[in-house]
């Protein structure tokens, strides 16, 4: 795409993200001082519009930003910090609560919210995966036997597992111990990628393994804060009903944080998912902007917005990734004095 162009789809996105309504060619011309025609910025808009960057919603209106057109626009973006003075203010009011995870994440997906006019998420910070540690296997009858999964972290989760058929508990402890052998330190993922011949027995137990620990993931979602709704409502793409009420439906079955999380997630940094880009389809005519945040390998965190395609990306950005930053560094802090305790209480004992 030729500067012309470029500068063309990124005023009309720019307008519509600040107006609500659909760019005229005229409001093109007086936006970008381009020193041609009102009709040649009408044969560039015809262009967009054939290459997908573009839409018109009515034949006799004004073009908007497809998703194609809103990723060009955040793809060659110029990004600036948060004010300086929006960053101490942001610090100072986080410097006045507990030092408390919870507080934190409540004051944080508040000030988000507010900031962004849209809908803001945050999960606790947890470990990425758990990780098997250690397991049991008790013989309660002569098929059927209770696993005892220890994860990391101390955290303990039984199930049972029928045989087809009869064991022993000299049996079930060798299945043990070789399970142990092979899976120790793994996650779930990293388990089922293992090329590791197994009798019948023994792939039942891996398999209930592996299904404990996936559920044990998707709980780390769970323990989550979200706000914003009010500041969405206001936002003239959710004037109707239907809209609105099938997003508070999402929010009151917590679906809207697992729809957010579907999305691949890079390692580090903001990550900007418009629309149809979303892999949950509840929410592909919605954007998402996210990152991490937490200590890596430790204890991650996601904190997110949810809005409309019309999203200030710009500021969205920013925002999160002061956001991000500075929840990591409390948490780092917090994490690190909370290790120096514990370790002093054992030198202690």
């Not at 162009?5 to 005229?24: C, D, E, K, N």
């Not at 903001?270 to 390998?297: C, F, T, W």
């Amino acid at each position: 795409m030729n500067d012309r162009t470029s500068a063309i789809l990124s005023s009309i996105t720019r307008q519509y993200i600040s107006r609500a309504a659909p760019v005229s060619s005229a409001s093109v011309v007086a936006d970008c001082g381009l020193d041609i025609s009102s009709a040649t910025i009408r044969n560039e808009m015809v262009a967009l519009e054939d290459a997908g960057y573009i839409i018109r919603p009515h034949h006799a209106a004004g073009s908007i930003p497809s998703d194609k057109g809103y990723r060009f626009f955040v793809e060659n973006m110029n990004y600036v910090d948060l004010p300086l003075e929006e960053q101490r203010l942001i610090s100072h009011m986080f410097h006045q609560v507990e030092e408390n995870i919870e507080q934190w994440l409540a004051l944080a997906v508040s000030l988000l919210a507010q900031r962004v006019q849209n809908i803001a998420i945050m999960t606790s910070p947890k470990p990425p995966s758990c990780r098997f540690k250690h397991m049991e296997l008790v013989s309660l009858q002569e098929h059927l036997a209770l696993t005892v999964l220890v994860l990391g972290g101390a955290v303990v989760r039984q199930q049972l597992v029928n045989f087809e058929h009869p064991v022993t508990q000299e049996e079930l402890r060798s299945i043990a111990d070789k399970t142990v052998r092979n899976y120790a330190g793994l996650s779930a993922s990293q388990i089922l990628k293992r090329k590791t011949v197994l009798s019948a027995n023994e792939q039942k137990v891996t398999d209930c393994i592996i299904n404990l620990m996936k559920t044990e993931d998707q709980r780390s979602n769970e323990d989550s804060y979200i706000d914003g709704l009010h500041y969405l409502m206001n936002q003239p793409e959710f004037n109707t009903g239907n809209r609105i009420v099938s997003l508070i439906g999402l929010m009151e079955q917590r679906k809207l944080i697992e729809a957010m999380m579907e999305n691949q997630f890079d390692e580090c940094g903001v990550q900007v998912i418009i629309g149809k880009e979303n892999r949950a389809q509840s929410i592909q005519n919605l954007s998402v902007v996210m990152s991490r945040y937490g200590i890596p390998d430790e204890a991650i965190g996601t904190i997110g917005i949810v809005g409309p395609t019309r999203m200030h990306y710009g500021r969205a950005i920013s925002t999160i990734s002061f956001m991000s930053s500075m929840m990591s560094k409390l948490i780092c802090d917090l994490y690190g004095r909370n290790e120096q305790n514990n370790i002093e209480k054992m030198q202690n004992n």
